[in-house]
């Protein structure tokens, strides 16, 4: 079946440093990658997705491209505030209602 | 503004009880889905519908209800057969008909958090 594996964390920053969130997937098919943000309290927004191989998703500075030879959708941002502190989800649709797959989550905390 | 809205926050239950939480939606959208979400264990499906009167069990349905008489509404009820209902609730709808679906994402609501009194 389909996996999305990503680390729980908490991955802890200072405010101005690079940030990486490795998400690799198995999946048949093609799928459809995603990186959601639930910020404490809420439920999850969509950040970025890319539908098909070599796609680069961006949003608000965040960007990840699917990497279809090493399954891997990798969530990047050069400098981070204090306000990116959240919890970051990997998720995954190969296609049908049921298809969704989210990966554990990772928290990730930005000190000042 | 078009959201999703979910009620109550915050839920009591007390033993042998079921408990119904709202979920209602405004943007027009053909699918909804409920999620568990517990720590260290990502979003597991618990039910999902496509059309208004119709809904299919998800990975994690025992102990769960749910109905779909209005195209807005989705509302899941838990009950006491759900022996550890202690947990986030999360609504999430899309627009499927005529879209990839597979390139669809989530709209969620801001959540119900359940627990045991």
């Known amino acids: 079946g389909n996996s999305v594996t990503q680390m729980e964390g908490p991955v802890t920053l200072s405010e101005e440093a690079f940030l990486t969130i490795n998400c690799t997937y198995t999946a048949t098919g093609y799928p459809s990658l995603f990186w959601y943000v639930q910020y404490p309290g809420e439920g999850l927004q969509l950040l970025l997705k890319?539908?098909?191989?070599?796609d680069k998703g961006s949003n608000k500075g965040f960007e990840a491209t699917y990497r279809k030879e090493t399954t891997s959708f990798h969530l990047e941002k050069g400098s981070v505030q204090v306000s990116d502190s959240a919890v970051y989800f990997c998720?995954?649709?190969?296609?049908?209602?049921?298809?969704?797959?989210f990966g554990i989550g990772t928290k990730l905390q930005v000190i000042p | 503004d078009g959201g999703i809205t979910q009620s109550p926050k915050y839920l009591f239950r007390k033993e042998g009880q079921n408990v119904t939480l709202s979920c209602e939606q405004n943007?027009?959208?053909?699918?909804m889905y409920w999620y568990r979400q517990d720590p260290g264990q990502g979003l597991r499906l618990i039910y999902y519908s496509q059309i208004v009167n119709d809904f299919q069990k998800g990975d994690i349905a025992e102990g769960y209800s749910v109905s779909r008489e209005k195209k807005e509404s989705f509302p899941l009820t838990v009950t006491s057969a759900q022996k550890n209902p202690t947990a986030f609730y999360l609504c999430?709808?899309?627009?499927?008909?005529?879209?990839?679906?597979?390139?669809?994402?989530?709209?969620f609501g801001d959540g119900t958090r359940l627990s045991i009194l």
């Open positions: 999430a709808s899309s627009i499927e008909k005529n879209r990839d679906i597979a390139a669809v994402a989530q709209h």
């Open positions: 943007l027009n959208h053909d699918a």
């Open positions: 998720a995954l649709n190969s296609g049908g209602y049921q298809k969704v797959t």
């Open positions: 890319a539908t098909k191989a070599d």
